[in-house]
C-alpha cells in the first residue's frame, strides 16, 4: 500500500510560468490537504479538498494559487505566473475520511518549488 | 483562530541524555487533538506522539512522552536516552475537533533539535 505520493520532488520554474504540483493521496482516501513550508518555518494549512470538491480554501492566496482533486487521478496545486516568493516546499497530505476522530494523517515528502 | 507557538527554535542535547521541546497554543475550543510531528532532512513528515484534549493522561510512545497541561494550554515533548537519529526539526501541531475542520492541522514554527555524540 504505497503511501501520499507528490511528484515532482523538484520542481524549477522561472519567474512568470506555471507550477502544477501533484498529489496522488493514500489507496482508500478521499480527503486531501495542501501545505505550504516557506524556508525556516513551519508547516502553513492552504487548501482541504475532497473528491470534486473544495471543502475549505482559507489558506490560499486569493490570485494565481488553484487546486482540484478530480474524481480520477491526483489533486493538482496550480501556480500561475510564478513569482520568487512562491519558492517553498508544498505538501500534500491525506485522510480517508472528514470526521475528526482520532485518526492519522499521512504526508508527502513534498515538492520543492524553486523560482529563479 | 488557534496558534501554535514554539519558543525555541534551536535545542541540542548529549547522546543518551533527556530534552524537553515546549509548545503553547491558543484556542477556545474544548476539544481539539495535540501532535508532535519529526521532520528530518528528508523533508517527510512523522507523527511522533498524539494527545487527546479530553484525555487527561499524557500519551507516551517509547521514549517520547508529553506533559500535557489543558489549563496552561501546554505541549511539551519529553524526549529520553536521545540517539543521533533524534536529530530533526520538530514541530507542535493543533487539531480542532470540530467536523467541519476535517483533519486540518495548525503548525508551530518548529524547534531544530540537535543531537551531539
Known amino acids: 500500500n504505497a503511501g501520499v505520493m507528490q511528484n515532482p520532488r523538484h520542481l524549477v520554474r522561472r519567474r512568470g510560468q506555471e507550477a502544477r504540483l501533484r498529489c496522488s493521496p493514500m489507496k482508500g482516501h478521499s480527503h486531501v490537504y495542501w501545505y505550504r513550508q516557506l524556508p525556516e518555518e513551519g508547516l502553513k494549512f492552504m487548501v482541504y479538498l475532497q473528491k470534486e470538491n473544495i471543502i475549505d480554501e482559507s489558506g490560499m492566496p486569493k490570485e494565481r494559487f488553484s487546486a482540484e482533486f478530480p474524481k480520477e487521478g491526483p489533486s493538482i496545486l496550480r501556480i500561475q505566473q510564478v513569482v520568487r516568493g512562491d519558492s517553498a516546499a508544498y505538501f500534500c497530505?491525506?485522510?480517508?475520511?472528514?470526521?475528526?476522530?482520532?485518526?492519522?494523517?499521512?504526508f508527502g515528502s513534498g515538492t520543492q518549488l524553486s523560482v529563479l | 483562530a488557534q496558534t501554535v507557538t514554539q519558543s525555541q527554535p534551536e535545542m541540542s542535547v548529549q547522546e543518551a541524555e533527556t530534552v524537553t521541546l515546549s509548545c503553547t497554543y491558543d484556542?477556545?475550543?474544548?476539544?481539539?487533538?495535540l501532535f508532535w510531528y519529526k521532520q528530518p532532512p528528508s523533508r517527510q513528515m512523522i507523527l511522533v506522539i498524539r494527545q487527546e484534549a479530553y484525555k487527561q493522561q499524557n500519551a507516551t510512545e517509547n521514549r517520547f512522552s508529553v506533559n500535557f497541561q489543558k489549563a496552561a494550554k501546554s505541549f511539551s515533548l519529553k524526549i529520553s536516552d536521545s540517539q543521533l537519529g533524534d536529530a530533526a526539526m520538530y514541530f507542535c501541531?493543533?487539531?480542532?475537533?470540530?467536523?467541519?475542520?476535517?483533519?486540518?492541522?495548525?503548525f508551530g514554527e518548529g524547534t531544530q533539535l540537535t543531537v551531539n555524540p
Open positions: 497530505a491525506s485522510s480517508p475520511t472528514r470526521t475528526a476522530t482520532n485518526e492519522k494523517l499521512f
Open positions: 501541531a493543533y487539531r480542532s475537533a470540530e467536523e467541519t475542520s476535517g483533519s486540518r492541522l495548525t
Open positions: 484556542t477556545s475550543e474544548s476539544d481539539y487533538y
